[in-house]
Antibody
Framework: EVQLLESGGGLVQPGGSLRLSCAASGFTFSSYAMSWVRQAPGKGLEWVSAISGGGGIASTYYADSVKGRFTISRDDSKNTLYLQMHSLTAEDTAVYYC??????????WGQGTMVTVSS | QSALTQPASVSGSPGQSITISCTGTSSDVGSYNLVSWYQQHPGKAPKLMIYEVTKRPSGASNRFSGSKSGNTASLTISGLQADDEADYYCCSYAGGSIVWVFGGGTKLTVL
């Protein structure tokens, strides 16, 4: 059974940093592209970032809203996906989901971790 | 990259069929057969219902179907049931560095 478990969310002040983690199990993590998708309170889904799978040097992709502030990475030896977030603003307040990409879609999702940016 | 356009809300009675549209551009929906649809109940993670425009993952009800014409994709739910009441999001591959774009979401109410 595929499991994705996010952690690292919490309350952070504007301008602060946070690192999210997503521990994966139940599948060959290294073989799959992974994404972060977020959802602000009462709002819709927003794709944030993606990283390729398959080994070698991973390709990374970012939404314009986070480019230059967020960094996605993966440690295939630990079956873990990361999202390093810097220069956080109130607009980054959201539930952050990690998701496993299959056939250009996301079949498996974590339960999400809440990030609140507030003073 | 602009979000895909979905109606804010749709409604239907049990047993009826409804269709939710998702309008993009020639750079996303119109260029790729890579539209997916997600169902989300309150407080829950999204659930994949349709991928690659028309395909259903195992576990998704066959009452859900997808289609596309030009820059607009559609999700049809037939034989509406109470549990179908949820938010629905479309998503399209957009290529380049942007990669993915979501619709704003549609709230389905089963009357």
């Amino acid at each position: 059974e595929v499991q994705l478990l996010e952690s690292g969310g919490g309350l952070v002040q504007p301008g602060g940093s946070l690192r999210l983690s997503c521990a994966a199990s139940g599948f060959t993590f290294s073989s799959y592209a992974m994404s972060w998708v977020r959802q602000a309170p009462g709002k819709g889904l927003e794709w944030v970032s993606a990283i390729s799978g398959g080994g070698g040097i991973a390709s990374t992709y970012y939404a314009d809203s986070v480019k230059g502030r967020f960094t996605i990475s993966r440690d295939d030896s630990k079956n873990t996906l990361y999202l390093q977030m810097h220069s956080l603003t109130a607009e980054d307040t959201a539930v952050y989901y990690c998701a496993k990409e299959v056939s250009s879609s996301w079949l498996d999702w974590g339960q999400g971790t809440m990030v609140t940016v507030s003073s | 990259q602009s979000a895909l356009t979905q109606p804010a809300s749709v409604s239907g009675s049990p047993g009826q069929s409804i269709t939710i549209s998702c309008t993009g551009t020639s750079s996303d929906v119109g260029s790729y057969n890579l539209v997916s649809w997600y169902q989300q109940h309150p407080g829950k993670a999204p659930k994949l219902m349709i991928y690659e425009v028309t395909k259903r993952p195992s576990g998704a009800s066959n009452r859900f179907s997808g289609s596309k014409s030009g820059n607009t994709a559609s999700l049809t739910i037939s034989g509406l049931q109470a549990d179908d009441e949820a938010d629905y999001y479309c998503c399209s591959y957009a290529g380049g560095s942007i990669v993915w774009v979501f619709g704003g979401g549609t709230k389905l109410t089963v009357l």
